[in-house]
């Protein structure tokens, strides 16, 4: 078996498939890459069971046949070649022979026959989201999610497609919610839990500029994003999502429009003297067209004024500093709207203007 | 006691005497930076009992004093304040007030009684070395340190200025040496050894385009360098250090000139067939204008050729592929010459002219 392809080619699809490739297996072929060649066509695939990435790519080849090869060790030695063009060619024992202009490896590969399929799931009901879209989507939730294994469902972002067309992604770990909503062009109803390490992978994947539509479908089971020549297949988690709508406030008392950038260095001043042996909510007092924000812990103690925009009743209220902190910074808003409805009633942040995300945070009993 | 200064100049201060700050001490002043007011003169110090650094910056006050704070809560605080000049002030309990305009931090200081003073070194003998030289001096000698404490001179650079004017800066660990040589202005004959350590941090200090001098002196226990506002303090190393000299051959049977960056790239693709399980020396067949590079390991194999003008006898020779890189690395130049007497002795590396540096490293037995 012999093929030659582009440099570039191969290094970007070794990158992308890369990710879902165990590091450490009870198969051995798990920890590799599957390089499966027909003819013009060279498919590579990680996949560690849970998250699968296939990555398409032209090649010069009269040979079928496919191996698996150690990804790192592979990945190494294409990058490290100093020509264009690569050829690749395998022997009986499974030798691979990279070679260039001069330069010549032979490494050893593995038998592709140990190495599992990945799940078959019909396209039958797909959606489409732009690309960018979707990213932006997954990097506004990504905070919430919870890292909690004894309640796996939340670990994953809640995908709710409802009748009206809203593709609302939602995360949330019981302290914080984070619901993202876009309008697509589907009739469909879905509602399934992807975990969050997929959509870390996939948002990786994205490309912040591209229109270009993602494809998405599912078999309860499965997920499947089709990105251009990258297709990532990841299982679904199982169980029940809190219901996320019983949680979110319809009304305020006050309203705050704030400069994001702000309120950021703000609490990061806070978050120096905030660490695991020194815990204290961040206090702020929002009265009079300004928060002061105030903290203190065995380290020290900080005081802080800024300006805001301010409509409603004066609210003293603690929260979670980090909390804050990963909505503010997930917001990509330059300003932004926080309702308030008492210092003992959760925190709503949403855009200055619209309703494309709306962030809980829940508050912290203040004892000073 | 109460000072101002410019929010720059004391983050540039405490970033350059922080690397002196011992992470963990018995005493834990040391895990603290000093900070000693005298009116408008605000010092800085770090000190390891092994290495001290001290940085001199501009201060606003009527005041004199000292504290000690933790080093890396006090130049966190200072970097994340918004304000150009910054406010300091300390109470009767030491605690130290930080204020910008609207920001107030309170954090705890330590009495600066337990701070050790830096050693007394008498500036009598000093010499001056330009700045850029001296950290191309470093950087040059830095990869032929002896990692071995049990002969602890040999983890140090030799200070070696001879009468003729030469300063030779030497490291070796036995398998291979670097000698870096430039010609100052003194007429005293110096010898005596520098931590690897402190070079690390003085090369960190040393401006690359600064014609500057960096005054040196020493009373043979400690070293003093001298960078403008900054002064660091070192002992020094005892024993008795390599002949360096008897180790360099005088004479060649084969000159190779060779393109760095052809043969760093040849050797590290070798470099990934390489690891602590899979050892190997990289062979290397110098013939009739190419220079053969093979290596194999329980990893895999490779052969690579590239062009070198060559005059002289043909050589086969092996070496540790490591010690071969660091020191093309560290030669900064386009181009080199090699030096061989044989495939069981020692490789020179020199510059393509001239003679600022020599590097040595020993062949290894190629068993096939």
Chains 1, 2 share one sequence.
Do not use: W
Not at 123 to 139: A, C, G, T, Y
Not at 242 to 261: C, F, G, L, M, W
Request: glycine share 6%; net charge negative.
């Amino acid at each position: 078996m012999k093929f030659s392809c582009k440099k570039e080619d191969i290094c970007a699809a070794i990158g992308n498939v890369s990710k879902a490739v165990s590091v450490k297996s009870t198969i051995t072929a798990l920890e590799g890459i599957r390089i499966k060649l027909s003819y013009t066509v060279l498919e590579l695939t990680g996949y560690d069971l849970e998250l699968g990435i296939r990555s398409t790519i032209e090649a010069v080849s009269e040979d079928c046949g496919e191996f698996v090869v150690n990804a790192r060790l592979f990945s190494e030695i294409t990058r490290k070649m100093s020509d264009e063009i690569l050829t690749f060619e395998t022997d009986e024992m499974l030798n691979i022979r990279i070679t260039g202009a001069v330069t010549e490896y032979c490494i050893s590969a593995m038998s592709a026959e140990e190495y599992p399929d990945l799940p078959e799931v019909s396209d039958e009901h797909r959606f489409l989201v732009p690309q960018d879209q979707l990213k932006s989507m997954i990097n506004q939730t990504a905070h919430a999610v919870s890292l909690n294994e004894n309640k796996p469902v939340m670990t994953g972002a809640l995908f709710d497609i409802t009748e009206d067309g809203n593709f609302n992604m939602v995360t949330s770990d019981g302290y914080r919610l984070a619901l993202r909503t876009e309008h697509i062009d589907t009739a469909e109803v879905h509602r399934f839990v992807v975990p969050a390490r997929t959509l870390s992978e996939v948002s990786r994947l994205l490309k912040e500029d591209a229109k270009a539509p993602c494809g998405i479908y599912n078999n309860f089971k499965h997920i499947v994003f089709e990105l251009g020549e990258i297709t990532v297949f990841s299982r679904l988690l199982e169980g029940d999502f809190h219901n996320y709508r019983a949680s979110i406030p319809p009304d305020k008392r006050t309203e705050v429009i704030v400069r994001t950038r702000e309120l950021v260095n703000c609490l990061e001043r806070c978050a120096l003297l905030i660490n695991e042996k020194n815990k204290a909510p961040v206090r702020c007092v929002f009265e009079n067209g300004t928060v002061k924000v105030s903290c203190k812990t065995g380290i020290g103690s900080i005081s802080d004024t800024i300006p805001v925009d301010l409509s409603g009743d004066a609210v003293t209220i603690g929260f979670n500093n980090k909390f804050m902190l990963d909505a503010l910074r997930a917001s990509e808003c330059d300003k932004l709207r926080i309702h308030l409805s008492g210092g003992n009633r959760v925190v709503k942040i949403i855009p200055p203007e619209g309703d494309s995300f709306v962030f809980l945070v829940m508050p912290v009993d203040l004892k000073y």
